[in-house]
């Protein structure tokens, strides 16, 4: 988003010191400003601080989902909550509001079947003009919200 964005302010935020650093180093290579903060979800956010726009990639798999032992290459504290596969989400879209400024966007990506429990979370939690986005396999992968 840094370089898709020039003169945008970014922040990004991980619970992982090690992805953390990785994100580091990408982002010299990549020379994108980005202010990396280390914490889980909101814990590293100011109360003041106001987004435009919010974009997570959470652990979404469910724990019992057939496909995440293939899945071997990536943390699985990076795939999955251990609970439902909801409980990131339902972290985010509880305190996005908080974070957007008046018209700002929060979006998530979530799994193949997620999309419309993802949307009652945005619509419960006070968010507009939710609507998902399918991927190239037709799946709905974005759920978006705007904050009124």
Partial sequence: ???????????????????????????????ANIDFRLGSWWTPIKESEKFDLIL???????????????????????LTDGVDGLSCLHEI????????????WLLVEHGWDQAEAVAELFRAYGLAAVRSVKDYGGNDRVTMGRRP
Avoid: W
């Avoid at 990639?57 to 504290?77: F, K, V």
């Avoid at 879209?93 to 700002?104: M, P, Q, R, S, V």
């Fill in 1 to 31: 988003m840094a370089k898709e964005c020039p003169g945008s302010r970014v922040t990004a935020t991980d619970f992982s010191e090690g992805a953390l650093n990785i994100a580091k180093t990408n982002a010299q290579t990549l020379e």
């Fill in 56 to 78: 997570s990639n959470p652990p979404y798999i469910r724990p019992n989902d057939e496909h995440l032992p293939a899945l071997h290459h990536e943390p699985q504290t990076a």
């Fill in 93 to 104: 879209a509880a305190h996005a509001i908080e974070h957007l400024d008046t018209g700002g």
